[in-house]
């Protein structure tokens, strides 16, 4: 009897799904939601999701279900705790976005650093155009090459930062929520780094790691990247700091909560170092590809009796 492998958010993977080695039957919606999720699942023994949330009260109600293979690295949309008792494997995609979401951090550093966007509204409303000379400062414009980097998680993304941080001549501090060699604490990152970028999984521990306190022990000048989860920043507190010029300027990839139907503290920022983008840092089509074709991997990994990439906690 073959497995019966269902995808509940197709639309968040724009990439080819190679067809599973082994006899199975396929099926795939674009969106799923709440009310959906049991019905579609009920025959399933393969979940593929990305972000569905599937809790106790979903998984209760699927005894068939022997594997979630979630289409992300992070796992904080399922009740891994609830999967362990009931015998699902949980297992997520690693490694992947080594190129996509240094490079968006990048950007960000880039745009913030030297005031992109700050400048192309002055040149859109016409201010550079009413200037006397070709001079014009309206805003800050500072140097990458020696400034230092804080790198918060260092994990493979983080030592991806690391490597093109190098390279562009910055020095480099990092902290991690596991001790390594080398590596030093959360608040010399904070106080020592002119650009602090989050690269952590949201986890109970890490979870509003970012607060006030935190933003008030970072330079002045001092900019904050983060591309990893939303709810790792107090967002209220965040957008205080950047109002107040607590801190010089922010890049988020990401809100707590996601898409922000109901609205968000950031998004009624209205400044020109503030730069928000809609969760895209992980999806260039390379890095979308390399996704897809793991995410089969595992899959028939499981299959074949041989998990990989089991979440186990």
């Not at 414009?141 to 980097?149: E, F, L, M, N, P």
């Not at 596991?178 to 970028?197: K, N, W």
Request: hydrophobic share 45%.
């Amino acid at each position: 009897m073959g497995h019966e492998i269902i995808f509940l958010d197709r639309a968040t993977l724009r990439a080819r799904l190679r067809t599973p080695s082994f006899p199975h039957s396929y099926r795939e919606y674009a969106v799923t939601r709440g009310p959906e999720i049991v019905e579609r699942l009920k025959d399933a023994t393969i979940a593929i999701v990305n972000k569905v949330p599937m809790r106790k009260e979903t998984l209760e109600q699927l005894p068939k279900l022997r594997l979630i293979a979630v289409a992300a690295t992070g796992t904080d949309v399922i009740d891994k705790d609830y999967c362990r008792t009931a015998g699902i494997t949980v297992a997520n995609i690693r490694n992947y976005a080594f190129n996509t979401v240094p490079e968006h951090v990048f950007a960000l550093i880039f745009a913030l650093r030297r005031s992109l966007v700050g400048y192309g509204e002055d040149v859109r409303r016409g201010a550079w155009q009413q200037a006397e000379q070709f001079c014009f400062f309206t805003h800050p414009i500072r140097d990458i090459a020696g400034s230092t980097i804080g790198i918060i998680g260092y994990g493979a993304l983080g030592k991806s930062v690391a490597k093109r941080a190098q390279a562009l001549g910055m020095q480099v501090l990092a902290t991690d929520i596991v001790a390594q060699p080398g590596l030093v604490d959360l608040a010399t990152v904070l106080r020592e780094s002119d650009i602090v970028t989050l690269h952590v999984p949201l986890t109970p521990q890490t979870r509003a790691m970012i607060g006030a306190e935190q933003l008030g022990m970072m330079r002045r000048d001092a900019i904050l990247i983060n591309t990893a989860r939303g709810g790792l920043v107090d967002e209220n507190a965040l957008a205080h700091a950047l109002r107040e010029r607590i801190i010089a300027g922010a890049g988020f990839d990401v809100l707590t909560n996601e898409p922000p139907n109901d609205g968000n503290v950031l998004l009624q920022l209205d400044l020109p170092n503030f730069i928000l983008t809609p969760h895209v840092a992980w999806a260039s089509r390379e890095a979308m590809q390399i996704l897809a074709d793991q995410l089969i991997d595992i899959i028939e990994a499981f299959v074949a009796g041989r998990p990989q990439n089991v979440v186990s906690a």
